[in-house]
């Protein structure tokens, strides 16, 4: 039997919605009939993608420029912008991942920046958008984070460490949240996007190795043989959001083609 995820008359807000896995899982939400709002750097780019999700069925498409490592500026957006037309009944936090290297190299001002732009933002949504959620009787947060949290990866000494500790923090606040708003995680592994290009052109310059040989490197480590589609991350998200989901609470949810090793 098909089974169909319709979300007509919900709201979302997506972060990081101008490119790669945060533009996926907008587009996904608008073929789903949800109304979107979807934050980033440029507006230039939000326009265009709102005018898309429109043409693909968006019950409405609203820009929100602003930068999440300006703090202040982010809350305020989040207060006037979308609490204050209403509130969402969906929130995707995703932000752009930290920079590369050993984390013995980042400094503690390093460390406070990536604090601030992940788990200070998403802490700030839960709360702000919370008492919408809880009066509609429906609330979901998802946060988009990395194998990383689950498995260190070498040379993303940063990432590794803050997804831990928002996995750590999903899982507190998630039995702190009332009954029908959830909150979960999904895990996303090697996936085509910009960010995965960023990260191999940076192994190539500190190893000597080509990028192709970097790539083919972690295809030898998927079994599912090849990297992963953002649209495919887009779809475990679509499920974690919708009524399907209603008693998927506090989890991490890898999408990676069978690569972690843990249980």
Sequence with gaps: MAVTIDLTGRRALVCGA???LGRAIATALADAGAGVFVLARSAEKLEALCDELRERGAATATPIAVDMDRLVDFATAIKDRVAGAGGVHICVHNTGGPAAGPILEKSEEDLVHVF????ITAHFLVRALLPFMQ???YGRFVNVLSTSA???????????VVRAGMVG???TVAHELPPNVTIN???????????????KAALSERTGRSEEEIERSWVDTIPEGRVGR???????????????ASY?????LPVEGGRLRGL
Excluded: C, D, M
């Design 169 to 171: 923090w999903a899982k």
């Design 18 to 20: 101008s490119s790669g």
């Design 135 to 137: 009066k509609e009787g």
């Design 150 to 160: 689950r498995e260190p990866i070498e040379n993303l000494g940063l990432s590794n």
């Design 248 to 252: 998927v609470r506090g989890h991490s």
């Design 116 to 119: 601030g732009r992940h788990q």
């Design 230 to 244: 953002p649209e495919e991350l887009a779809a475990a998200v679509l499920f974690l959001v919708s009524p399907l």
């Design 185 to 199: 995680n999904v895990l996303p592994g090697y996936t085509a996007t910009e960010r995965l290009t960023e990260l």
